[in-house]
């Protein structure tokens, strides 16, 4: 890659982060080709896993830390997917739940992270 390829690339990204954002966006594209009524039955119980991710981490978070959430463990929020009708879509939910709630995150920027720009 050029130098002027790397730049328009944006701020490099761990590994842990891209790949996460990648098992959200296919979380979100699984249950978007679910049918109805199924369909609104998954959405419901992803909005119940943002409300709790909402709660974890409050309203002020960056990416990384959303990240760090995911790989330490989602074994709750499969429980709370799995008691809101997601059945054997738990999974799937989850990961369109951190889709949803990253797009909240203070360094966020329409797909991945925002380069961080210091005060001088």
Do not use: C
């Not at 998954?42 to 909402?54: G, I, K, Q, T």
């Not at 074994?75 to 999974?91: E, K, P, Q, V």
Request: net charge negative; hydrophobic share 40%; no cysteine.
């Amino acid at each position: 890659m050029t130098t002027a390829t790397t730049a328009s690339l944006g701020p490099p990204v761990s590994y842990a982060v891209e790949n996460a954002l990648y098992q959200w966006r296919e979380g979100e594209r699984r249950i978007a080709l679910v049918p109805e009524p199924a369909k609104a039955d998954l959405d419901h119980a992803a909005d119940v896993v943002v409300e709790a991710l909402r709660r974890r981490l409050g309203s002020s978070f960056m990416v990384d830390e959303l990240a760090d959430l995911y790989g330490r463990d989602t074994d709750w929020a499969l429980d709370i997917a799995g008691r809101n009708a997601a059945g054997t879509d738990s999974a799937s939910v989850v990961d369109a739940a951190f889709a949803r709630y990253v797009r909240e995150a203070k360094d966020y920027a329409g797909g991945r992270p925002r380069e961080k720009h210091e005060r001088p």
